[in-house]
């Protein structure tokens, strides 16, 4: 069966947006939250802490994600989010930032296989680790600065039981440009003992199509940016995955969970949040929540502009003939002209529905 992860994104996907995404929308079966970088002393920072709060994320299954090189570290931070009550706990050896690879964390860390080995040595001799208090999990590119350094990487990945590898099958001075590595992908499938999540440039319900007819043994896909660019689209790849056309029907299942059916064949796809209905106003509702909840918390329209007009970046990608809209929403300075061009985004939007 299909999972579907929601990726970190550092700036976009903090709790307010994972929280209202659950609330609006069904298919994902965990969110990642961006990184959490802590430190040998001071721990998580308070920015962080409320990002993981087990009351700011009441309901949504959560994966925090940490960054850094010190077993140490990953360890304190680990054991604050186990007793939280997180099971699983996700290192970050994927970001390509020039200032967070520098200090040879993220992808920068992929440069030294010797010194991942050791971290991991560390991480997995731990009594926390080795009693199953929490699992770890690892999202990866393959590679700093060649795709030739894959194969080590994985022989240090294949020692320890990660108990899931994510792959974005690009190197650190590819930021997300280009085309991921699929061949690598494909061996790196047939190599890895722990099991592997695909993660890289699914935009659409039919690229994820393609995916699946490519490798049809991934059962968990990790999407980012296209969940971004639509928030249904966890949902949209459940129903189609299930066989499932045309069902925008909200029924209560006899557990009492929420479920996507179908009248014409019966089947069902389990949601994790609110599901059914026509897509479009769901989508609206959830902009809007979004909008009216950093209007509330955020100093100053400038702010809570530079917040929305980030989304729009990746929302306006599924409006047609939307350069004129961008503009016009990248050029917006107050509420009024925002939500104006916001209005003609989703009237132009609903078209593609
Ligand atoms: C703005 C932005 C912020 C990101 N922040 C994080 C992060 O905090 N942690 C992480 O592991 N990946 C981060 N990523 C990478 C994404 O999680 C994901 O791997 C990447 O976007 C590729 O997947 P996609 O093609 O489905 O978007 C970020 C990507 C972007 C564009």
């Not at 699914?202 to 991934?218: I, Q, Y």
């Not at 066989?243 to 796809?269: D, I």
């Not at 809570?304 to 350069?323: A, G, I, Q």
Request: net charge negative; charged share 25%.
């Amino acid at each position: 069966m299909l999972h579907l992860y929601f990726a970190p994104l550092e700036g976009i996907t903090t709790y307010p947006y994972r929280n209202l995404h659950h609330k609006y929308f069904g298919g994902v079966d965990k969110y990642f939250t961006p990184f959490l970088a802590p430190g040998p002393e001071q721990g998580m920072s308070v920015k962080e802490m409320r990002d993981v709060l087990p009351e700011n994320n009441a309901g949504v299954p959560v994966v925090p994600q940490i960054l850094t090189n010190r077993a140490g570290d990953f360890l304190l931070a680990s054991k604050k989010l186990a007793e939280m009550g997180y099971r699983e706990i996700n290192l970050n050896l994927g970001c390509p930032s020039g200032t967070v690879t520098a200090k040879k964390k993220g992808s920068g860390f992929l440069l030294y296989p010797d010194d991942l080995d050791r971290f991991f040595d560390e991480v997995f001799s731990d009594a926390s680790v080795r009693n199953g208090e929490f699992q770890i999990s690892v999202k990866t590119r393959i590679g700093k600065n060649e795709v030739e350094e894959w194969p080590e990487i994985m022989e240090v990945y294949n020692r320890y039981p990660i108990s899931e590898l994510t792959v974005h099958p690009r190197i650190q001075k590819e930021f997300y440009k280009g085309v991921p590595h699929l061949d690598v992908f494909a061996d790196i499938l047939k190599e890895s003992r722990n099991p592997v999540v695909y993660n890289g440039d699914l935009f659409t319900a039919e690229h994820m199509k393609k995916f699946r007819e490519k490798f049809p043994t991934v059962e968990n896909v990790m999407i980012g940016r296209g969940l971004i660019r639509n928030p249904a689209l966890a949902e949209l790849i459940k129903i189609e995955e299930a066989g499932v056309e045309n069902a925008h029907v909200c029924v209560e299942s006899e557990t009492g969970n929420k479920e996507t059916s179908s009248e014409q064949t019966g089947k069902t796809v389990p949601m994790s949040g609110n599901t059914g209905g026509n897509l479009m106003p769901r989508i609206r509702a959830f902009h809007d929540e979004i909008f009216e909840y950093y209007r509330e918390t955020m100093s100053g329209d400038r702010n809570l502009l530079f917040r929305m007009k980030d989304l729009w970046s990746y929302m306006l990608e599924e409006v047609p003939d939307s350069e004129k809209l961008a503009k016009k929403i990248r050029k917006s300075q107050h509420v009024p002209e925002y939500l104006a061009a916001v209005d003609e985004a989703f009237a132009g939007w609903e078209r593609t529905f």
